[in-house]
């Protein structure tokens, strides 16, 4: 079981969307859990006021420390497990880390508003992540999308794990294209090795289109990827050719 702390000011957020898909069922089946801690609750001033005008002159509110360690506080294995704070600043969140943060108990999530918070509430963190190169309101989203890949990681979460295990970013490689019924869409066509029977023959093609997609995407991906003698050699080959998708 894995628990999920969430420090925010806007708990309805993360309740609104813990209550849907796959981390609804993990929570259903006793998997994971998520838990909130409002700051505003820990305040010690009359007016519960969680955020200030920052020192040094400057446009915005900046969050306070006060209330976000008594929240933190609260949390009885806070100090003992990793703390994520939500963060522009932070290090790009990638697969790597879910999967390593998927093997905790508890995780401490702290979301940021406004213009951001005090420098010393950094200190918290074991962790600063950072969902892309671009600013949103509040650390909320962020941390959902967070919770998420974590969750659907986690044993027993998602009923079959074996769907796990060919997805993007598995083995630093991007997924296959995927089909389904029916075999002809509008004149488009299933290609024809998926329904050939021929398990071998399938999952040669979806090495090689997995490749293939990530040499036209995410080139960079190849360079720490663990490729065998045949895939360097389809690499290769096909980095040689000149019919690569050019708008990829
Ligand atoms: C409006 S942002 C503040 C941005 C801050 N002024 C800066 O330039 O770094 C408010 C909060 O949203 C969250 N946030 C915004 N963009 C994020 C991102 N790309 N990744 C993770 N958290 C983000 C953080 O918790 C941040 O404290």
């Known amino acids: 079981m894995l628990s999920f702390h969430v420090i925010t000011l806007f708990p309805e957020l993360i309740g609104a969307c813990c209550s849907v898909s796959i ?6 089946a006793g998997r994971i859990s998520v838990k909130t801690y409002n700051p505003r609750d820990f305040c010690q001033n009359k007016y519960r006021k969680v955020d200030d005008t920052p020192y040094g002159g400057g446009a915005g509110m900046v969050l306070k420390p006060e209330p976000f360690f008594a929240a933190f506080e609260s949390i ?6 990793p703390v994520v704070l939500m963060t522009p600043q932070g290090l790009p969140f990638k697969q790597d880390l ?9 995780i401490t999530l702290i ?3 406004y213009e951001g918070f005090d420098e010393r509430i950094r200190t918290l963190a074991t962790h600063e992540v950072s969902i892309g190169d671009f600013v949103v309101t509040g650390g909320e989203l962020p941390a959902l999308t967070v919770i998420d890949a974590i969750a659907r990681l986690v044993p027993g979460v998602i009923g079959k794990t074996i769907s796990l295990a060919r997805e993007s970013f598995v083995d630093d490689v991007l997924e296959a294209p995927q089909y389904t019924k029916p075999p002809v869409f509008r004149g488009m066509e299933v290609p024809a090795v998926l329904l050939s029977g021929n398990h071998g023959q399938v999952e040669r093609w979806r090495r090689q289109q997995s490749l293939r997609r990530t040499l036209e995407r995410r080139p ?3 360079e720490k990827a663990f490729l065998d003698d045949e895939d360097k050699k389809f690499i290769s080959e096909l980095s040689a050719r000149k019919d690569l998708r050019s708008d990829a």
């Open 111 to 113: 979301c940021g508003h």
């Open 220 to 222: 960079d991906l190849l």
């Open 76 to 81: 009885e294995r806070a100090s003992l497990s």
């Open 23 to 28: 981390v609804s069922r993990g929570i259903k």
């Open 98 to 106: 879910a999967e390593s943060l998927a093997q905790q108990k508890d």
